[in-house]
């Protein structure tokens, strides 16, 4: 059955009540509060009504009411649709002057969404092919130590320090780059492996003494790069929410942020929108009393990761939608600028 405009507006003062108080509302509270121009009695049975029909739970019989996945699912789905046709654009918060590596950028952006929404969140670093290699780039640090930069065709950045048994001289980097890229950058999996098993020592001759670094570097940045990493930030901000002083209940969702396989499953992107699960939506026992709310972050309108924010069902789902949002859209447009040059 369709609900009413009234019952409607009911359900959402419960919710709005809810989500600011933690505690149950009656229908004296809504008629004082909400001006709805209709009795306490009249919204006693209007609750009553949306009780039976699911929407709200009663958790003592002589407490007030409080949402149910349900009513929450309404809630959030009404939002969404209003949500969709408002025109998002913030102003920047966050700036990269220079190419940084990418995790630590996505990293900040997640660190800041939990400063400013309270909430736990939690990154999903995308997964490449090893065969995605662009570029490579040596940098002396020292005259025994060097930062390998690998460049993918989709502009990700990783930086990897060797330390070499011997000292180098400066002028063979631009012969190690050339050479590198040649053989490497743009090849196959096979390809790169054939050439640093049968190739490289023969190649490097005198420099020889580099190889087994030269391989043991090459074959992490491959290692990595088919990785999928998750990335959490604020925690702790579980403990600001009433419904987690039970240290049980708090210490399970920190076991749970521990847990990256389900994380990773969580955070699989969905579509290029807010995707909400809200409760019992997730399929996860262990995450029957939380909701998610991620959306995906792009290079060039590519999706490359996912962002969510993980908390109590009764969360500030408007808030956090657009919290979110806004900051997913500023990650990927610097993103895009960063590596635009890269891709």
Known sequence: MPLDDRKKRILFAVVTDYIMTAEPIGSRTIAKKYNMGISSATIRNEMADLEEMGYLEQPHTSAGRIPSDKGYRFYVDTILQNFMKEDLSP??????????????IVKKYAKILADITHHATVAKMPKLN????KRLQLIPVASNKMI?????????VKNYLLNLCQSVDRNVFE???????????????????????????DTL???????????KTILLSLKQLQETDVYTDGTLHILDFPEYKDLNKAKNFLSLLDNKSLLNEVLEPVDDFVDVKIGRENRFEEM?????????Y??????????????????????????????TRELSNLLSSIYNDEI
Request: proline letters at 4%; charged letters at 35%; zero cysteines.
């Open 205 to 215: 001759g005198d420099m020889a003494f580099m190889a087994d670094e030269l391989i």
């Open 91 to 104: 102003p920047p918060r966050v700036r990269e002057e220079v190419i940084a590596e990418f995790d630590e």
């Open 298 to 327: 792009k290079i060039n309108d590519r999706v490359v990761g996912t962002i969510g924010i993980i908390g109590p069902t009764r969360m500030d789902y408007r808030r956090l939608i657009s919290e979110l949002t806004l900051m």
């Open 148 to 156: 390998m930069v690998v460049i993918t065709d989709t502009g990700i």
């Open 288 to 296: 029957r009393e939380l909701s998610v709310i991620k959306t995906t």
């Open 130 to 133: 090893p065969d995605k290699i």
């Open 175 to 201: 012969f190690l780059n050339n050479l590198l890229n040649d053989k490497i950058a743009g090849k196959s999996e096979k390809d790169i492996f054939n050439f640093l098993e049968k190739e490289l020592k």
